[in-house]
């Protein structure tokens, strides 16, 4: 059974930077492209970041494009999310999330997902 751990979260000033990771277990982690999605009070689940199964492919949301760095060390079975220049509006729940293929997925969509981990909240205070 997969299982996606994810661990890093919590309350940083406007400008800080945060590392989650998302320990994963039950799957072949290396064959698996891995994303992160995001989650604010009131809103929909909206797509952060992407990498490859090798991590040599990575894809950006606009919103954290330049901020946000995506890695993965598949001797570790874990994935990352070094968040920096936070800001307020980065403040929400962050999930990882399995992809159903190696490669990146042809577009954002959560369906392009089948396992996901429960989240760890990221609050920035500005």
């Known amino acids: 059974q997969v299982q996606l751990v994810e661990s890093g979260g919590g309350l940083v000033q406007a400008g800080g930077s945060l590392r989650l990771s998302c320990a994963a277990s039950?799957?072949?982690?290396?064959?698996?492209?891995m994303g992160w999605f995001r989650q604010a009070p009131g809103k929909e689940r909206e797509f952060v970041a992407a990498i490859s199964y090798s991590g040599r492919s990575t894809y950006y949301a606009d919103s954290v494009n330049g901020r946000f760095t995506i890695s993965r060390d598949n001797a570790k079975n874990t994935l990352y999310l070094q968040m920096n220049s936070l800001k307020p509006e980065d403040t929400a729940l962050y999930y990882c999330?399995?992809?159903?293929?190696?490669?990146?997925?042809?577009?954002?969509?959560?369906?392009?997902?089948?396992?996901w981990g429960q989240g760890t909240q990221v609050t920035v205070s500005s």
């Open positions: 999330a399995k992809g159903r293929l190696g490669g990146l997925p042809i577009n954002t969509d959560p369906r392009n997902f089948d396992y």
């Open positions: 039950g799957c072949t982690f290396s064959s698996y492209a």
